[in-house]
Structures are given as C-alpha cells and as structure tokens.
Nanobody
Framework: QVQLVESGGGLVQPGGSLRLSCAAS????????MSWYRQAPGKERELVAG????????NYADSVKGRFTISRDNAKNTVYLQMNSLKPEDTAVYYC?????????WGQGTQVTVSS
C-alpha cells in the first residue's frame, strides 16, 4: 500500500546532529516532490525543507538554512534530512510528505527532542 515511514528521531543535546530518513513504498517515488515538515506542541505544522522529484532543486525555512540538508535517493525510494547544530527550538514531531500535483501523502511522524 501507499506508505511513508519516517525514522531516525530521538533525543539529542543542543549542538548535536540527527539524520532523519523517510522510506516510501506503493507509489512511483521518483515522480514526487518530497518535503519535511515539523509540528511543535501548541504550534501549527510548518515546512522545514523541500526537494524536487529529481533532487535538482531544494528549499529551506529560514530558521534551518545552513544547518539542515535535505536529500533523496530515488534508487532507494528514500528522502533524508540531515540536521546539524540542533537547537531546543527544533524540538518537534517531524513528518515527511510526498506531493504530485494536488495529491499528497503523509508519514506518521518521528519525534525529535533537543534538550540537555
């Protein structure tokens, strides 16, 4: 079935790094633009980073520019989010999303907690 499964979240100290993965199945991954979103308690879900279907174009929220890197491997049907220099305000549930025209697919999310 159509599915996105995130992994790689956890507890990390400020200044640390994590790499999130999102594995896709059940659809033609290479045709979809992919994005990472996050939602902190009491806040709206926000776009963190996006990448085009070929990987040739990326975009980032201002709050993560220079610290986070989105990438994808179409041979492995996986999108990644490398997160460096993590801050407490990066604490949130991180979701990946696949988008093709008006059709969106969401994962179930993975918790990232940045705390000492």
């Amino acid at each position: 079935q159509v599915q996105l499964v995130e992994s790689g979240g956890g507890l990390v100290q400020p200044g640390g790094s994590l790499r999130l993965s999102c594995a896709a199945s059940g659809f033609t991954f290479s045709s979809y633009a992919m994005s990472w979103y996050r939602q902190a308690p009491g806040k709206e879900r926000e776009l963190v980073a996006g990448i085009s279907s070929t990987g040739g174009a990326t975009n980032y929220a201002d709050s993560v520019k220079g610290r986070f890197t989105i990438s994808r491997d179409n041979a492995k049907n996986t999108v990644y989010l490398q997160m460096n220099s993590l801050k407490p305000e990066d604490t949130a549930v991180y979701y990946c999303k696949a988008a093709y025209r008006t059709y969106n697919i969401w994962g179930q999310g993975t918790q990232v907690t940045v705390s000492s």
